[in-house]
């Protein structure tokens, strides 16, 4: 069965420190997509990112970046120079084909809460 | 676009009542997949829309329903709340060019508080 772990409960830094966020799947298929999202205190999820399984080319969005290692079954996100307003819930989430009608639906991780204090 | 909505924001219940909870769609997203996210359980799939079918159910009891129009609007059903039922739902839409990759946009959530 697939399962995702975010193994960082909470973290707390300084303003323009740089933090890693931890992310370990498990999964039995080949083909599988690899997500994160944010939910700040209003509660939506915000999409981030979208990874598939056969691209572990690591990914860079201005502050933002991820580290996709297939070996370790780690799906990374570290925040270059951290702000205020990246304080929120962070999710790692897998997709892959482990339903029986092969639809695909998200697992996500329990979340790494994040602050930043000023 | 305007995003995915969710009506209402905030609902209050008592134990043993039944509920509905709204869900329009980003246009042209057909497939809409509901999530409950708890403290202790996380977030968890409970089903997933298109075409105004089911095609995914996640492990819930028969208490959660849920259905879709033909304008993809979804609504999800509760029915004889627990306490336990006391939770954010979170709707999720999906072009269907991004079935295969499960990729979703959600909106900001019912909560729901049983009392």
């Known amino acids: 069965a697939q399962k995702v772990t975010q193994a960082q409960t909470e973290i707390s830094v300084v303003e323009k420190e740089d933090v890693t966020l931890d992310c370990v799947y498990e999964t039995r298929d080949t083909t599988y997509y690899l997500f994160w999202y944010k939910q700040p205190p209003s509660g939506e999820l915000v999409f981030l990112i979208r990874?598939?399984?056969?691209?572990?080319q690591n990914e860079i969005s201005g502050r933002y970046s991820w580290n996709f290692q297939k070996s370790t079954s780690s799906f990374n996100f570290t925040i270059t120079a951290s702000q205020v307003v990246d304080s929120a819930v962070y999710f790692c989430a897998l997709s892959d084909s482990g339903m029986d009608t092969g639809r695909r639906a998200l697992t996500f991780g329990s979340g790494t809460r994040l602050q930043v204090q000023p | 676009k305007a995003g995915v909505t969710q009506t209402p924001r905030y609902l209050i219940k008592t134990r043993g009542q039944q509920v509905t909870l709204s869900c329009s769609p980003i246009s042209g997203h057909r497939s809409v997949s509901w999530y409950q996210q708890t403290p202790g359980q996380g977030l968890q799939f409970l089903f997933e829309y298109f075409s105004e079918t089911q095609r995914n159910k996640g492990n819930f009891p028969g208490r959660f329903s849920g259905r879709q129009f033909s304008n993809s609007r979804s609504e999800m059903n509760v029915s004889t709340l627990e306490l336990g039922d006391s939770a954010l739902y979170l709707c999720?839409?999906?072009?269907?060019?991004?079935?295969?990759?499960?990729?979703?946009?959600f909106g900001p959530g019912t909560r729901l508080t049983v009392t």
């Open positions: 999720a839409s999906s072009p269907e060019q991004a079935a295969r990759s499960g990729e979703q946009y």
């Open positions: 990874r598939n399984s056969f691209d572990e």
